[in-house]
């Protein structure tokens, strides 16, 4: 009688089992397969009140804000506003999200746009930065998870008990600095620009850039083209059976796509955009699920042309 008394108090002392992740994005069947408690579910949206509102989230699921994943520093002597966390403040984050040393962490977001990707990849690679790996992205966000017949809750999420995650240093391969960006004008890893066409020739650009154009010898590669719709309306206009989600294109399409647009990745890679944020998804395609060694410019041109001496280039007469 003790003993079995004993071996019950065991099984119901025992932690919950931990999941990993089977690759860097994982679909809803597997995350909905994984026993209660054995991975963290992180959404972020761009505000928490988002939760909420319509459709909702994934029960348990938990809300980080864009913002939240954002840093300044003074780098040089000259102020840095966009840019990610600290260890610290990355540490800081994902205790207060609950999440533990070695768990199982899989990042959501709405799924219906190319931009919520970003900000998932984002908090992905701050992940992966900071030295814990067992992360994944769930590929068409809540939105493939509501598509998958699962149901969401608009309940407000329950506060977690303070996680024990313990942040290491940032990891050299993973994270470029502008001395690194400057010596790949040079050779060495491709610079390859995440943003839209526009920014990149000079049309535009937002005002915590400034100056229009692009790193010289930078490849383009948009952030929307990682991506596409699945669900909706039928072809014959039919009402939607089930929601729009964006899922990360198959690995032999995402190729085409670099070679069609003459990106050349065969000696690694350094992915920027203005702020770090949509360079985020190029950086997670190409190192994560291509395979090719690519590092982030966090700073990305907000940084680069905090110095007005760097070289940009546009194709648009000044």
């Not at 679909?27 to 959404?43: R, T």
């Not at 329950?158 to 994270?175: S, Y």
């Not at 909706?232 to 198959?250: C, F, N, Y």
Request: glycine content about 10%; charged content about 20%.
């Amino acid at each position: 009688m003790a003993a079995a008394a004993l071996a019950a108090t065991a099984i119901l002392a025992a932690p919950p089992a931990v999941a990993e992740v089977p690759g860097p994005l994982v679909a809803p069947a597997w995350l909905a397969e994984q026993p209660e408690g054995s991975v963290v579910v992180l959404d972020v949206r761009e505000e928490p009140g988002a939760f909420g509102k319509s459709p909702g989230r994934i029960a348990g699921a938990l809300p980080v804000s864009f913002k939240d994943l954002r840093g300044s520093r003074t780098i040089d002597g000259q102020e840095v506003t966009r840019l990610s966390l600290t260890a610290e403040g990355f540490q800081d984050l994902m205790r207060g999200r609950g999440v533990d040393d070695g768990e199982t962490v899989v990042v959501t977001w709405p799924g219906d746009s190319a931009i919520g990707l970003t900000a998932a990849a984002y908090l992905y690679w701050q992940a992966r930065l900071y030295g814990h790996d067992d992360v994944a992205i769930l590929d068409g966000g809540t939105a493939a998870w509501a598509a998958s017949g699962r149901a969401l809750t608009q309940d407000a999420p329950a506060d977690p008990q303070p996680g024990t995650f313990t942040a290491a240093a940032a990891r050299d391969d993973l994270l470029a600095t502008t001395e690194e960006v400057q010596a790949a004008l040079d050779g060495g890893p491709q610079l390859i620009d995440a943003r839209p066409l526009a920014l990149y020739i000079g049309l535009a650009a937002p005002p915590y850039v400034f100056k229009k154009g692009h790193i010289p010898g930078a490849d383009l590669l948009p952030f929307p083209f990682l991506t596409k719709p699945v669900g909706g309306k039928g072809d014959k206009g039919d009402a939607a059976a089930e929601p729009v989600r964006m899922v990360v294109h198959e690995p032999e399409t995402l190729r085409r796509i670099a070679a069609d647009l003459g990106v050349d990745l065969s000696g690694g890679a350094i992915s920027y955009c203005n702020s770090g944020r949509t360079s985020a998804s190029t950086w997670f395609v190409l190192n994560e699920v291509l395979g090719v060694p690519t590092q982030l410019y966090d700073g990305s041109m907000h940084a680069w042309t905090l110095d007005p001496q760097r070289p940009v280039a546009t194709a648009l007469a000044e």
